[in-house]
């Protein structure tokens, strides 16, 4: 059960690579891939949900719902799926043709979404916490890039 988890984790970073990757190489093609790649994250995010239901509380809603009460690392990892679900049912162009503008803010859900998954696995460390850390600096780098474009576009802005 643990691989899924990891592996949707990889996927949630490899999907908000792409921005960085495209801006710094100038390749807009890259950009094609992300739909892609938020999909199997999302698929293995699935998955690693559906192992739980099945290995720990039997698909017995009641136990789902008693575990996500008295675990905080099961209650952030579902938050986190939780979060995912709407971008996944939306990840269409036409949901983006209907959504228009809000899409863009829906998709934004990604963010907690990844530091919430960073959370999850953090809480799941026994012994060696060397995945957790590179993950988490990973995660970090990516959102602290992201601030600072973002930071650096608003000065633009008052400043033109």
Partial sequence: MQGTGVWALRFLLLTLCITPLRRWFGRPAIIRHRRQLGLWMFSYATLHLALFAQAYVGWSAPLLWEELAERPYITVGFAA?????????TSSRGAQRKLRRRWLQLHRLIYPALVFACLHLWWQVRSD?????FYSA???????????????????????
């Fill in 129 to 133: 916490a060397g995945e957790a850390l």
């Fill in 81 to 89: 799926w939780a979060l995912l679900l709407p971008l996944a049912l």
């Fill in 138 to 160: 990973v995660a970090l780098l990516l959102l602290g890039l992201r601030l600072y474009w973002r930071i650096n576009e608003r000065k633009r802005a008052r400043a033109a």
